[in-house]
């Protein structure tokens, strides 16, 4: 395949990645400006970062290809991610600033699951397993299993590190196939399922377990049933609690805006989303890390596609609803769970989440 130019343009894999002679390039710069975020925040010099760059990176995992957690034969799609550049910074963030750094969260508000990252970060926990199903020829078949265990700092990190994600999810694969079946669904089947299909409730982590409130909090929804309502409630009655619960010295956002409802990355009406509500959410998560992590908060682009009719596009909308957010939040009054707002020395180490609609 040939793009502009003449360039020679590559499959990263079978599904939906590409490259370029320029692609890796691209990705070292998009990994490096979120470190150079992270000094920035730590040398005093800005309170808060947006990192305008691409490719995105939350479907890299530890190998680059994620592992589907039902996938005996190979990696998932990369989803266009080649570095995990929030986790790449998080990391760098605990091991380099380890005197004041010590709790991260990231907070993965893209509409699909943040697939690559919860791997990176289920691998600080404990070891996890990859298993790779290799069928080179019908008389060639062979399974490799390794173990992975990857802390950034120390074995602490499983509960120093807090994973968030909210995203549309749909794993229920079309009515013809095979449920008996131990392979991941055909590319036709696929089309049924919610990419990239992982993220539900049951891969997070519980309050019985060593790490909580540190680890995974995936908070899945079903398309049709995101309106801006129901988005903004998943992230008061369950994100920010958490957050507040968990108490992080710094925030990463994995700012994903193709929840946007005329995003052309999923169906007309999946979601109800808008520019509005991201900067409604950019707003309780600065007002979180000026609680609890002292403004310190670093944001990394994810997805978002739709860049039709230029400056008045909902991509372009939605970007600078969260820059000039991000950009305005103030430590004013704060919204308590019980809906209450009070004064913030009132507050105390309540919930740092102040509702404006």
Request: proline share 5%.
């Amino acid at each position: 395949m040939r793009g502009t130019n003449n360039k020679v343009i590559s499959v990263f894999d079978n599904m939906d990645t590409v490259t370029s002679e320029k692609t890796w390039d691209a990705a070292l710069i998009s990994a490096g400006a979120a470190i150079e975020a992270v000094d920035q925040v730590m040398a005093g010099k800005v309170r808060n970062a947006f990192c305008a760059t691409r490719p995105p990176g939350h479907h890299a995992g530890i190998f680059g290809k994620t592992f589907h957690p039902e996938d005996k034969r190979k990696a998932c799609s990369n989803g266009f991610c080649f570095i995990n550049n929030v986790a790449m910074a998080a990391s760098y963030t605990l091991s380099t600033y380890r005197s004041k750094i010590k709790k991260i969260a990231i907070v993965d508000f893209d509409v699909h699951h943040g697939n690559g990252t919860q791997e990176i970060v289920e691998a600080l926990m404990k070891p996890k397993q990859f298993t790779v199903h290799n069928d080179c020829s019908p008389f060639s078949i062979f399974e490799i299993s390794t173990n992975k265990y990857q802390p950034w700092l120390d074995f602490k990190d499983g509960k120093n590190v807090l994973f968030v994600s909210v995203h549309l999810f749909n794993n229920t694969p079309a009515e013809s196939s095979d449920s008996n079946s131990s392979e991941l669904p055909s590319r036709q089947d696929v089309r049924s399922i919610f990419f990239p299909g992982t993220g539900s409730v049951d891969e997070n982590t519980r309050e019985t377990d060593a790490e909580y409130p540190g680890g995974i909090l995936n908070v899945p929804i079903k398309p049709g049933e995101a309106s801006s309502v129901q988005w903004r409630q998943h992230f008061t009655q369950t994100v920010l609690p958490r957050l507040a619960k968990f108490k992080p010295d710094f925030i990463f956002c994995s700012a994903g805006f193709d929840a946007h409802e005329k995003d052309l990355i999923h169906g007309a009406d999946d979601t109800g989303v808008n520019e509005f509500d991201y900067e409604w959410l950019t707003e309780q998560l600065q007002l979180t890390a000026n609680q609890f992590a002292q403004g310190r908060l670093v944001s990394v682009f994810e997805g978002g596609y739709n860049i039709n009719l230029g400056p008045i596009s909902p991509l372009v909308q939605s970007v600078a609803a969260h820059v000039r957010s991000l950009n305005n939040t103030h430590s004013g009054p704060l919204f308590k769970a019980s809906g209450e707002c009070e004064e913030e020395e009132e507050l105390g180490e309540g919930f740092a989440a102040y509702e404006r609609f």
